[in-house]
């Protein structure tokens, strides 16, 4: 079997996803162009032996339409001898496109993969592509179809997470991101946004605000309440009988952020590492998708853990960090109360909560800050999982690589 | 023999005439769909040979058209869907030629226009109406569980957009000429009605030419570059609104309802395609309501089970109609305020009589506020209002009955509180008037020995609040006489409200099957989570929560009816079988939890939010059970039904559609299952004895199915 490596993974700081984020102003082709051209830079690589680009990109319409991933190959001046293909497993699209990535370069017929994500939620709404699921009345009613958000307050009535436990949940994000930030955990995978006179455009996460306070985010409105009144409690409802009251807990300071961002993550073979000279940092030693019930929406990072777990002879013991994406804070809880998972071990540098959640480049994102972490730290194993639409779940497990290339294979 | 005359006047106008022979109203049946085609090539052949100049499509009757053939849509069946599709595709074939003939096309209107007929007068380009408060037009289908097959649901968006048509198709909102003009769907009115024609003919002369012209001789979406006004599903205004509207409209149905679902469906899967696609998308959904169950519930007891009740079908015949211009009501509390409001507004004197002057007063008060209301809402004037008010005295004086043609006692529940009104009563009544006792359980021939003339005594068994709740229950005593009966009837309907008949025992009909369910939803508590048993209830269609209701209802109340039906068949030497939920109610009880009024029941009343179940309704499941939603769902069901036939085979109930209409209406039982009885015809005789088999052997006795019930499968009856 022919290893997947990880040489390298770098990604865009996230701007504010609003029309006054720093962002906004940028096109997401440049966004992601500029990105392949600092890859193609850091790495020398010559982007003719590059097989595939594997963009992921959840709303690829308009500006982020017509396949994306070739375009900014295209765009940035790549060989015309590579392909590019543009995936949307929803908010797991970035993780996905590293998943597939591993699994071309594990079954042999590719050596050198891209994989990534890209989103700029400023510019293309998210939901603004539509799709049957929410749009087809007679598919939504007959799917018990929901928003993800009121699944996340869902969870945390039937887990009997409070609004203080959320809140607090998302304090420790902010929390945890500034001391990042401060300490230079990204210092290495962010690469400023400039502008073609070089003028930097953004350099850092904008949604940051280490002072929140439980106090001060406790006077938000929940987002999802008014939604629910109109109907979409009594659709959780049929299905989670046990539930008198749906406890609606989520606002926009416990939830992801939407930011605009990319992502891109090398990724080959033993081969291409030899041919090209290219650092392993860390191997993909087991990937998995599963479904849960659509209805809640959320609850698939244990399950998908589980899976990868599973296939790769492990136990939760084995592995020394995870990063579970905060799109909802009762998300993130759920996992770690399914697993047993202690604080400590995951999330450690912030989520989405603080830094915000590109949809299509955040699995890629957090892989990036997980392969970051596992080195700074000099431990061994980490674990990305993201909750997805549709009530699916992934699930990524690395290693970090301490052979020498000529031992590889 | 035609159901269409073809026309053509010395104006060169052809002339749809829509004249069902033998007939009082237009239906669109088989023979019509045939008759439509005729009229209409014949219109297309002249319009070939160039001899045409415009069209007019009217009618002879007092109606435009009355719409859909609802008997042949009630016996279509699965096997029948070729049929029913075949119909709303030929149809929609004549409306098109219609309307693409490319001269002008006027719909003239001088009656209800409804389902079929305002889909008739969809297809024209312009439309004259007699300008009448009294002249509905509009899509009904919805109320009987079905949808607009013949083009309205792809006309009316194509007219109004997605979300202006939503209420005239999802709720079948119908509209006035007035109202029509204002949403556009209407183009002049006229005053006279003989004039109707001329005007039309004169329209039609002075809107001649060549081009297609939107709504002169075109549609607006047979012209290039129609849009349909506020988008469709692909633009943002409409795509916004789409992932919840049907959550919003399960909102109002529990999920129980297909055919709001698939109105709204069918709306915007036509949204996003040619006209054609669309009318064939929606006789697909048509046909799918058509032949499935739930519309042939909905019609069976909203369509004939009413129109019988209406039509007087419980009450005996040999009885003159009888009129009434005062009253009497006894009591001025909840009930009887309620009454006499009711009454004063239907133009019927009421003197409304308390135990003193000022109990009466606060009695009128009621109409007061409610018309008050109604003034500031601009529903009601001052002088409408005070007019009615004026109809209501209140009074202390017995003598003041005297006059009556029929008094309503609506005193407390107490035997002989209620002998002694009625004994007052009559002695100032006159011999031939009627005395009726609202009374929810107690029986009227106990009741009726206080009485003199027993025969003019009969029961009258109101819902609270009285100016919302359709239904009158009425109790016929051992000796009640037809003549009370008819009256009572004919009052009832009178008042507006719908009545039915039953035979006296111990809560009658409604009271009787709504303690079952009470019973259950408590004697749930032992094998489910307390808001499973809410929730079961709410997706199977029920207004409200068995606790709840039971909360609001007050434990108290449940104690005493199941204590005096203890002592009452004492007295008949039988002994009352327990039911789980007897002891539940007893420890409730005791810890002083009695419902809503006494702040804590099977919920706790928090000053400061709203009702939350208490940790005591949990409490009960010693045994931590969790038993499927199903069953859960479906006890209550079964219950209810089990009860209603057993109400039958006792000969309380007269009638399957009283049945029916009294659960659904007075007990809340789901609109969906067409009441309790069609509940058990369209569940299948033989399924729904096994599964009540199954609910014995499992939950208890009172799933056990009568013996007439398995005479009737025996025999292959129904309900």
Not at chain 1, 16 to 41: D, M, Y
Request: glycine share 10%; net charge negative.
């Amino acid at each position: 079997m022919t290893n997947a490596y990880i040489f390298d993974a770098i990604r865009t700081p996230r701007g504010r996803g609003k029309a006054t984020g720093a962002l906004h102003e940028v096109k997401p082709i440049t966004l992601l162009s500029n990105l392949l051209k600092t890859l193609e830079q850091r790495n020398s690589l010559d982007t003719q032996y590059v097989d595939d680009i594997v963009m992921g990109c959840v709303t690829p319409i308009g500006d982020q339409g017509a396949n994306i991933a070739k375009t900014a190959a295209i765009a940035a001046g790549w060989s015309d001898n590579l392909g590019g293909v543009t995936i949307n497993r929803f908010c797991a699209s970035g993780l996905e496109a590293v998943n597939v990535a591993a699994m071309k370069v594990r079954s042999g017929w590719e050596h050198l993969v891209v994989a990534g994500g890209i989103e700029s939620m400023s510019r293309e709404t998210m939901g603004s592509d539509g799709g049957a699921w929410a749009n087809d009345p007679h598919t939504n009613v007959n799917t018990s179809f929901m928003p993800q958000g009121i699944g996340a307050d869902l969870i945390a009535t039937l887990d009997g997470y409070s609004r203080e436990d959320v809140d607090t949940f998302a304090m420790r994000s902010h929390q945890k991101a500034a001391a990042a930030w401060q300490r230079g955990a990204f210092a290495n995978s962010v690469i400023p946004v400039v502008d073609q006179n070089g003028f930097e455009i953004l350099s850092t996460d904008q949604l940051i605000r280490p002072e929140s306070t439980v106090e001060s985010l406790s006077k938000l409105k929940p987002s999802f309440k008014k939604m629910g009144e109109m109907g979409f409690d009594n659709v959780a409802k049929e299905k989670y009988h046990q539930v008198e009251a749906i406890n609606h807990i989520h606002t926009p300071a416990n939830s992801s952020g939407m930011v605009d961002g990319a992502a891109a993550i090398l990724i080959g073979s033993a081969q291409a590492a030899k041919q090209h000279g290219l650092k392993p940092r860390a191997k993909v030693i087991a990937t998995a998708i599963v479904g849960e019930d659509p209805t809640i929406m959320l609850t698939g990072p244990a399950p998908a853990a589980v899976k990868a777990l599973k296939l790769a002879g492990l136990t939760t013991d084995d592995i020394d960090l995870y990063e579970v994406n905060e799109a909802f804070a009762s998300v993130v809880m759920r996992f770690q109360g399914d697993l047993n998972i202690p604080d400590e071990k995951v999330n450690v540098n912030g989520g989405s909560i603080a830094m915000g959640h590109p949809l299509g480049a955040t699995g890629a994102i957090i892989l990036g800050t997980l392969l970051d972490e596992l080195e700074a730290r000099n431990l061994k194993r980490g674990l990305a999982t993201l909750c997805i639409g549709g009530g699916m779940g992934i699930a990524t497990i690395i290693e970090l690589v301490s052979e020498s290339v000529s031992e590889l294979n | 023999m035609t159901s269409v005359k073809y026309q053509k006047d010395s104006n060169n106008i052809a002339h749809l005439v829509l004249d069902k022979e033998n007939s009082s109203a237009n239906l669109v049946d088989l023979a019509f769909a045939d008759d439509f085609a005729d009229a209409v090539k014949q219109l297309a052949d002249d319009i070939a040979n160039e001899s045409v100049d415009g069209v007019i499509i009217r009618s002879t009757k007092s109606t435009f058209f009355a719409g859909g053939d609802i008997n042949m849509l009630f016996k279509a069946g699965k096997d029948d869907a070729e049929q029913v599709m075949s119909l709303s595709t030929s149809l929609k074939a004549s409306m098109r030629t219609v309307e693409t003939c490319g001269k002008p096309v006027v719909a003239c209107i001088a009656g209800a226009a409804m389902g079929g007929g305002w889909e008739i007068a969809l297809t024209a380009h312009h439309r004259i109406a007699v300008n009448s408060k009294k002249l509905k037009m509009g899509l009904p289908e919805v109320t009987l569980g079905l949808l607009p097959g013949g083009g309205g649901v792809t006309r009316m968006v194509r007219l109004l957009g997605i979300q202006g048509a939503m209420p005239y198709l999802v709720q079948g909102k119908a509209f006035t000429s007035e109202q029509g003009v204002k949403i556009g769907l209407v183009h002049a009115l006229v005053d006279d009605e003989n004039t109707l024609v001329e005007q039309a003919i004169q329209w039609i002369k002075s809107n001649q030419s060549e081009e297609l012209v939107a709504g002169i001789n075109a549609q607006p979406w047979d012209i290039k570059g129609y849009k349909i006004p506020g988008g469709t599903p692909s633009d943002k205004q409409i795509a916004n609104i789409l992932p919840i509207t049907p959550a919003i409209i399960r909102n109002s149905t529990k999920g129980t309802l297909p055919a709001p679902d698939l109105i709204f469906a069918t709306m915007v899967e036509g949204a996003q395609v040619d006209f054609d696609g669309a009318a064939r998308i929606e006789s697909r959904y048509f046909t799918e309501l058509t032949v499935g169950q739930i519309s042939k519930n909905i019609i069976n007891t909203f369509w004939y089970n009413l129109n019988e009740i209406k039509a007087g079908g419980n009450r005996p015949d040999n009885v003159e109609k009888s009129k009434f211009s005062k009253i009497g009501v006894l009591g001025a509390g909840m009930m009887g305020a309620g009454i006499a409001y009711i009454a004063a507004i239907k133009g019927i004197s009421v003197v409304l009589k308390d135990i003193n002057l000022e109990n009466a007063e606060k009695g009128k008060d009621y109409s007061r506020k409610i018309l008050a209301k109604q003034i500031a809402r601009g529903r009601m004037t001052e002088e409408k209002s005070d007019a009615i008010l004026a109809l209501i005295t209140p009074s202390a004086e017995v003598a003041d009955l005297a006059e009556c043609e029929f008094v309503i006692e609506a005193v407390f529940e107490s035997r002989d509180l209620k002998a002694t009104v009625t004994q007052e009563s009559e002695a100032v009544m006159s011999e031939t008037a009627i005395f009726a006792s609202n009374t929810s359980t107690l029986p009227i021939t106990g009741l009726a020995q206080a009485s003199k003339r027993p025969a003019n005594f009969i029961g009258m068994h109101f819902f609270s609040p009285v100016d919302k709740m359709q239904l009158v229950e009425i109790i016929c005593g051992e000796q009640t006489s037809d003549e009370a009966l008819a009256q009572c009837y004919d009052l009832t309907l009178h008042l507006g409200k719908t009545p039915i008949v039953v035979n006296d025992s111990r809560g009658f009909y409604t009271s009787r099957v709504f303690t079952t369910y009470v019973k259950e939803g408590v004697a749930l508590l032992k094998d489910a989570a307390p808001a499973s048993i809410e929730n079961a209830a709410y997706v199977s269609g029920f207004p409200v929560g068995p606790l709840a209701v039971t909360d609001e209802v007050n434990l108290g109340l449940l104690e005493k009816i199941t204590k005096q039906t203890k002592a009452d068949l004492a007295l008949e030497g039988k002994t009352m079988i327990a039911h789980p939920a007897d002891d539940i109610i007893d420890d409730m009880i005791s810890k002083g939890r009695l419902g809503k009024s006494s702040g804590a029941g099977f919920y706790d009343y928090p000053s400061d939010s709203k009702k939350k179940l208490s940790k005591t309704s949990s409490e009960y499941n010693t045994e931590n059970n969790s038993i499927s939603f199903d069953d859960i769902k479906e006890r209550l069901l079964f219950v209810m039904a089990i009860e209603t036939a057993r109400c039958v085979e006792e000969g309380v109930i007269r009638s399957t559609g009283d049945g029916n209409i009294g659960a659904i209406f007075g007990i809340g039982y789901p609109q969906w299952t067409g009441g309790t009885l069609q509940f058990i015809n369209q569940y299948g005789l033989a399924e729904f004895i096994a599964r009540a088999e199954q609910l014995t052997s499992l939950y208890g006795e009172r799933f056990s199915v009568p013996a007439s019930l398995r005479d009737m499968l025996a025999s292959g009856k129904s309900f």
